[in-house]
């Protein structure tokens, strides 16, 4: 289990949190049970306690719960493995796989996002580091970053030192943001990204067009992908909005030189329309890559690298 001081501290604060807030709500209720302020007091107890359960969970389950899954990013046209990018699931042995959708949110409230975002990035390296000694080395790596991990001073350090002690080459990975991480302190994410720019590592910039979608990022950074969100990629075959959207920042992209990437690809009828706009304009509107449960689910490092290898033969 990964431990430091923040995490003591969370744990601490979680647990005592925890023991107030259903002390009070307990007592406030048995000393007078008709008060309707009481009343409401306990069910807001009631409210908070699986917030506050829920970081004692998360914590614990950075021992042995928390697992790291892999989905590749294939080119549209010839379904070449572009990079895998890292998926993170909770296994929680009473509920099963939780998607990291579900309780990231909370971690990221308490500060959890930080320890848990270190650790997807050392264990991914890891894993990558794997790949190599097996004979698979030239497959890049693309991880999420949490916001306040993105955040941290010592953010840029970190990446580095990872890679140095997993002996792998900056070329190889990719840091997945999003617009909001960005906005939320220019000057330091413009930093960051430039410093780590210069070790050869690349910034993929996801859920693009629910943000602030602003143009300005692609002069101030060097980001040469962007990921339309899975809200665009939906009702692409059948939603006239979502498919002038879909098309306008797929030429914008192709006309800056900038990779884009379909994610969400759920049916055949999603797939063959991205491919009907390369085929059926002139200019021809190129997605370069495409993601989603169609094209293929998200395994396992062990069965990732079999995938790979069998793949590429």
């Known amino acids: 289990m990964i431990v430091s001081p923040t995490i003591v501290l969370i744990l601490f604060l979680s647990s005592v949190a925890f023991a107030i807030t259903l002390f009070l709500g307990i007592y406030v209720l048995k000393t007078n049970p008709g008060n309707v302020v009481n009343r409401l007091y306990f069910l807001i107890t009631l409210f908070l306690l699986p917030w506050c ?11 042995n719960e928390f697992e790291i899954y892999y989905q590749p990013v ?20 009473e509920r099963g ?17 930080i320890p848990i975002g270190e650790w997807m990035l050392q264990t991914a390296c890891r894993d990558m580091r794997g790949w190599k000694n097996s004979g698979f080395s030239y497959i890049p790596l693309a991880v999420s970053i949490p916001s306040k991990q993105f955040m941290q001073p010592n953010f840029v350090e970190n990446v580095e030192k990872t890679l140095n002690e997993k002996d792998l080459e900056p070329r190889n990975l990719k840091i997945e943001i999003n617009e909001s991480m960005v ?24 859920e693009f067009g629910t943000g602030y979608s602003s143009l300005i990022w692609f002069k101030l950074l060097p980001i040469k992908i962007i990921k339309l969100s899975p809200l665009f990629i939906k009702n692409i075959q059948s939603d006239p909005y979502d498919i002038t959207i879909v098309k306008s920042i797929i030429m914008m992209a192709n006309t800056l030189g900038i990779q884009v990437v379909a994610e969400g690809i759920e049916n055949k009828e999603q797939l063959d329309f991205l491919k009907s706009l390369e085929e059926g304009t002139i200019p021809p509107i190129k997605c370069d890559g495409v993601q989603g449960h169609f094209l293929c689910e998200p395994m396992k490092s062990e069965d990732i690298l079999r995938f790979l290898l069998r793949h590429s033969s």
Do not use: C, Y
Request: proline share 1%; hydrophobic share 50%; aromatic share 10%.
């Open 183 to 206: 906005t939320s302190n220019i000057d330091r994410s413009v930093d960051f990204i430039n410093s780590l720019h210069k070790l050869d590592v690349q910034f993929v910039l996801s």
């Open 53 to 63: 359960l829920g970081e004692m969970f998360m914590i614990t389950a950075l021992d």
């Open 74 to 93: 294939f080119e549209l046209n010839n379904k070449n493995v572009l990079w895998v990018e890292a998926i993170l699931r909770w296994h929680r042995p």
């Open 97 to 113: 796989i939780i998607s990291a959708e579900t309780f990231m949110s909370v971690a990221e409230q308490s500060g959890l996002s």
